[in-house]
């Protein structure tokens, strides 16, 4: 008869997250995001092909509050999982597997996604 | 005519050769995005909340529409070879052959749909 008093595996909800974990989930969850930034990317090339009249109405849905916001977390998620894939192209090529500069690279990826995401927005905002 | 069955004919040949692409073909991809994502969102931000006029004249433009172009195509397929390694984790069985196919469909419609509208602009 099995034991159900054994000691279980202490689950997924008890660990603290570490950095690595939470970016290398993020990272996943900004590649769908983008996945659907994608399809939006075709559809503004497709107003603009079609007449004025399809475009403007994008244009108005993209300028509104809401559709500011979804931009912003666009380019978020573009500068994340940008900023991090060149992390990945290290690791792929053998650098940066150690303990300190692994936490330290996932730190240097958060701060430079904040630096293009405001550069981007700021860009944006005086050109 | 072999006597042999097939299954002893493949046996010791080794593998197809192929376990990389996927992965190799992962990182091509993502080294073509980081300089055109990086110029493509600059691009956008630059142009910003243009009018019709000024956003066709802009994508008029054959160095911004070759770009565009590439960045379609690099993005599709980065997009495509992502999405199956998600669907590979999480969907199983026939669903799985199901979503991936789908998947790769809607990838090349789109990359299709929107290299077409690029040159519709462009020609």
């Given at each position: 008869m099995a034991n159900n008093q054994r000691p279980l595996?202490?689950?997924?909800?008890i660990y603290k997250w570490p950095l690595a974990m939470a970016i290398s989930i993020l990272h996943r969850m900004t590649g769908v995001a983008l996945a659907i930034g994608a399809v939006l990317m075709v559809a503004v090339f497709v107003t603009v092909a079609a007449d004025p009249e399809s475009y403007e109405w994008i244009r108005g849905i993209l300028s509104s509050k809401t559709g500011k916001a979804f931009l912003f977390l666009w380019t978020f998620a573009l500068f994340l999982h940008l900023c991090n894939g060149v992390r990945h192209l290290f690791w792929d090529a053998?650098?940066?597997?150690?303990k300190q500069t692994t936490f330290n690279s996932g730190v240097f990826t958060i701060i430079a996604t904040a630096a293009l995401t405001i550069a981007v927005w700021g860009y944006a905002y005086f050109f | 005519m072999s006597l042999r069955t097939p299954l002893s004919e493949a046996k010791?040949?080794?593998?197809?050769?192929?376990?990389?692409s996927h992965w190799w073909l992962q990182r091509l991809t993502a080294i073509a995005l980081v300089p055109l994502a990086i110029w493509f969102a600059f691009a956008v931000a630059c142009i910003g909340n243009a009018s019709h006029a000024e956003v066709h004249a802009w994508l008029a433009n054959p160095f911004i529409a070759v770009a565009l172009i590439l960045f379609i195509a690099a993005t599709f397929y980065h997009t495509q070879l992502g999405l199956q390694v998600i669907v590979e984790d999480y969907v199983h069985g026939w669903l799985k052959v199901v979503t991936l196919i789908i998947l790769n469909f809607l990838c090349i419609a789109l990359a299709v749909v929107g290299i077409v509208a690029l040159l519709k602009i462009f020609l």
């Open positions: 595996s202490p689950h997924l909800g053998g650098y940066g597997f150690e | 010791g040949l080794g593998s197809a050769k192929e376990g990389a």
